[in-house]
Antibody, heavy 116, light 110 residues
Framework: QVQLQESGPGLVKPSETLSLTCTVSGGSISSYYWSWIRQPPGKGLEWIGYIYYSGSTNYNPSLKSRVTISVDTSKNQFSLKLSSVTAADTAVYYC??????????WGQGTLVTVSS | QSALTQPASVSGSPGQSITISCTGTSSDVGSYNLVSWYQQHPGKAPKLMIYEVSKRPSGVSNRFSGSKSGNTASLTISGLQAEDEADYYCCSYAGSSTLVFGTGTKVTVL
């Protein structure tokens, strides 16, 4: 059974870069597309983007200019960087395993607050 | 890429059936049989309930079913139980390798 665990700072200052890492265990990193999804407090889900183990990526057009997703297959990890953050980027960030537009596996989520 | 439209809330009594709609456009829901549904309890990660419009993952109760007509997908919960009280989100492939989620529906069991 695939398990995902997010890690990274829970507090980021405005205008800085948010960085999170997801560690994949219990399965091959080559089996799924690895995604980031976020959920602002009290609001709905937003798909951020995905990466395949080969390194190919695709991003939500609304965030594309600020997002970078990368993968480290040797560590079974993938990462998210979101630049120039504002309070609107405060959210629970989930890493997830996706296939055929279906999110099969979710991490537990990590709250990132943007505040000075 | 706009969020798919769901009713903010739906309620029903135990044992009843409820249906949650998910309305998109011809660029997402209407063009692909790649709609999924997720259940989210407070403070928890979402859980996959339905994929590819009407398929149920192993372990999900057969009280949950999905369908699609035109630009609108639907999730039906039959024999409503207290444990079904949660938020539900639809999600669709939106072309160009992107996904779009619905606005979310709070299900209340009366």
């Amino acid at each position: 059974q695939v398990q995902l665990q997010e890690s990274g700072p829970g507090l980021v200052k405005p205008s800085e870069t948010l960085s999170l890492t997801c560690t994949v265990s219990g399965g091959s990193i080559s089996s799924y597309y690895w995604s980031w999804i976020r959920q602002p407090p009290g609001k709905g889900l937003e798909w951020i983007g995905y990466i395949y183990y080969s390194g190919s990526t695709n991003y939500n057009p609304s965030l594309k200019s600020r997002v970078t997703i990368s993968v480290d297959t040797s560590k079974n990890q993938f990462s998210l960087k979101l630049s120039s953050v504002t309070a609107a980027d405060t959210a629970v960030y989930y890493c997830a395993g996706e296939l055929m537009a279906t999110i099969y596996y979710w991490g537990q989520g990590t709250l990132v607050t943007v505040s000075s | 890429q706009s969020a798919l439209t769901q009713p903010a809330s739906v309620s029903g009594s135990p044992g009843q059936s409820i249906t949650i709609s998910c309305t998109g456009t011809s660029s997402d829901v209407g063009s692909y049989n790649l709609v999924s549904w997720y259940q989210q309890h407070p403070g928890k990660a979402p859980k996959l309930m339905i994929y590819e419009v009407s398929k149920r993952p192993s372990g999900v109760s057969n009280r949950f079913s999905g369908s699609k007509s035109g630009n609108t997908a639907s999730l039906t919960i039959s024999g409503l139980q207290a444990e079904d009280e949660a938020d539900y989100y639809c999600c669709s492939y939106a072309g160009s390798s992107t996904l779009v989620f619905g606005t979310g529906t709070k299900v209340t069991v009366l």
